[in-house]
């Protein structure tokens, strides 16, 4: 039986949270979860919105009746959950974040890229490179900012 391609962003989302909870102490969750809602979620729905609407680069595809506006619900939740991740495993010596941060910018192209396979997504200039420095881009861009800025702070 197949799963409709409209519940995967919901599974993803789901399994990627409860990875979350499993391996990111509860105390972590919470430190980090303020700077994830805005590297994650709100770069995100700003991301859907200028590469989608904007510049037509690409776009998410058969996420309704989960979404509003053309922008799906579950992606910037699932990017959320996965920057609290990256954050919490973020070394913070070089070379070694360059070498994780650059191996997550990697992962999310071959994400990306499964996502176009099973019809969730697509990309209009190319699945390599211009995913690459867009995805490149925002995860040294959330590097530097947050090792920069935040990493021996709380927001509470």
């Given at each position: 039986?197949?799963?409709?391609?409209?519940?995967?962003?919901?599974?993803?989302?789901?399994?990627?949270?409860?990875?979350?909870?499993?391996?990111?102490?509860?105390e972590?969750?919470?430190?980090?979860?303020?700077?994830?809602?805005?590297?994650?979620?709100?770069?995100?729905?700003?991301?859907?919105?200028?590469?989608?609407?904007?510049?037509?680069?690409?776009?998410?595809?058969?996420?309704?009746?989960?979404?509003?506006?053309?922008?799906?619900?579950?992606?910037?939740?699932?990017?959320?959950?996965?920057?609290?991740?990256?954050?919490?495993?973020?070394?913070?010596?070089?070379?070694?974040?360059?070498?994780?941060?650059?191996?997550a910018?990697?992962?999310?192209?071959?994400?990306?890229?499964?996502?176009?396979?099973?019809?969730?997504?697509?990309?209009?200039?190319?699945?390599?490179?211009?995913?690459?420095?867009?995805?490149?881009?925002?995860?040294?861009?959330v590097?530097?900012?947050?090792?920069?800025?935040?990493?021996?702070?709380?927001?509470?």
């Open positions: 039986m197949a799963v409709p391609l409209e519940y995967i962003y919901l599974i993803y989302t789901i399994l990627l949270a409860v990875i979350l909870v499993v391996v990111v102490p509860k972590k969750i919470r430190q980090l979860a303020v700077y994830a809602i805005l590297f994650g979620a709100l770069t995100n729905i700003i991301l859907i919105i200028m590469a989608t609407h904007l510049l037509d680069l690409g776009g998410h595809l058969n996420f309704m009746p989960f979404g509003v506006a053309g922008i799906p619900f579950f992606p910037p939740i699932a990017w959320t959950v996965y920057f609290i991740m990256f954050m919490y495993f973020l070394p913070e010596k070089k070379p070694w974040n360059f070498v994780f941060t650059l191996t910018s990697f992962y999310a192209v071959f994400f990306a890229n499964v996502l176009v396979n099973i019809g969730l997504f697509y990309s209009n200039y190319g699945r390599f490179i211009v995913p690459l420095m867009i995805y490149g881009l925002w995860h040294f861009t590097m530097w900012v947050y090792q920069r800025f935040f990493l021996h702070k709380s927001v509470y």
